[in-house]
Nanobody, 131 residues
Framework: QLQLVESGGGLVQPGGSLTLSCAASGFSLAFLTIGWFRQAPGKAREGIPCISRRGDSTNYATSVKGRFTISRDNAKNTVYLQMNSLKPEDTAVYFC????????????????????????WGQGTQVTVSS
């Protein structure tokens, strides 16, 4: 069974940092584009960064550029999201998702509807930024 599992969420103060992990079981992440998405209550799902299967191409949403870093270790079958300088507006459920290894979906993953080509999803992990 193909499964993605996110971990690393929690409560953090504004200005703090968290690192999320996305691990796969039952298949290799190395064949997939991976994206991190988030959804806050009452808001649309937002693609934040995506990364190519080899890690040589990324795309960041304007809202997180310069603060968040996506990376992957295919040997460990894991993708990471390093989040620094967290703000209250970063509070959301964070999901990782896998899609086909196409540059086109990397280019659009941060646009509205950009999650449509991602077929494999985790259950999400809650990130709360609050003092």
């Amino acid at each position: 069974q193909l499964q993605l599992v996110e971990s690393g969420g929690g409560l953090v103060q504004p200005g703090g940092s968290l690192t999320l992990s996305c691990a796969a079981s039952g298949f290799s992440l190395a064949f997939l584009t991976i994206g991190w998405f988030r959804q806050a209550p009452g808001k649309a799902r937002e693609g934040i960064p995506c990364i190519s299967r080899r890690g040589d191409s990324t795309n960041y949403a304007t809202s997180v550029k310069g603060r968040f870093t996506i990376s992957r270790d295919n040997a460990k079958n894991t993708v990471y999201l390093q989040m620094n300088s967290l703000k209250p507006e970063d509070t959301a459920v964070y999901f990782c998702a896998g899609g086909p290894p196409l540059q086109t979906i990397i280019s659009i993953c941060t646009a509205v509807g950009g999650s449509g080509d991602f077929s494999y999803w985790g259950q999400g992990t809650q990130v709360t930024v609050s003092s």
